[in-house]
């Protein structure tokens, strides 16, 4: 069974780091198109950092750009999202997503699994 599994959501003041992670089962992280999404309160869920099968392309939202960063540990079967230099519009609930086929550039798969979803409030 194909499941994703996040956490590391928290309260985190601006200018501060979080790393949320998301652990796969079911199949091998590495070999699958994975992004990290995120919906703020009251807008449409957008893709913010989306990497195409075996890393051929790399798309960061502008938002993000040079503060974010995705990671994945092979042995642990688990992906990350590094998030530095917090802003208050950082604030949203963060949703990890695996695509078996996406070789193309961005966001825009199907992206049939996903996690669950963790929030992150970025508040002084």
């Known amino acids: 069974q194909v499941q994703l599994v996040e956490s590391g959501g928290a309260l985190v003041q601006p200018g501060g780091s979080l790393r949320l992670s998301c652990a796969a089962s079911?199949?091998?992280?590495?070999?699958?198109?994975i992004a990290w999404f995120r919906q703020a309160p009251g807008k449409e869920r957008e893709g913010i950092l989306c990497?195409?099968?075996?890393?051929?392309?790399?798309y960061y939202a502008r938002s993000v750009k040079d503060r974010f960063t995705i990671s994945v540990d092979k042995a642990k079967n688990t992906m990350y999202l590094q998030m530095n230099s917090l802003k208050f519009e950082d604030t949203a609930v963060y949703f990890c997503a695996a695509d078996p086929w996406a070789p193309g550039y961005g966001c825009n798969s199907r992206y049939p699994y996903w996690g669950q979803g963790t929030q992150v409030t970025v508040s002084s």
């Open positions: 079911g199949f091998t992280l590495n070999d699958y198109a």
């Open positions: 990497i195409s099968n075996y890393g051929g392309s790399i």
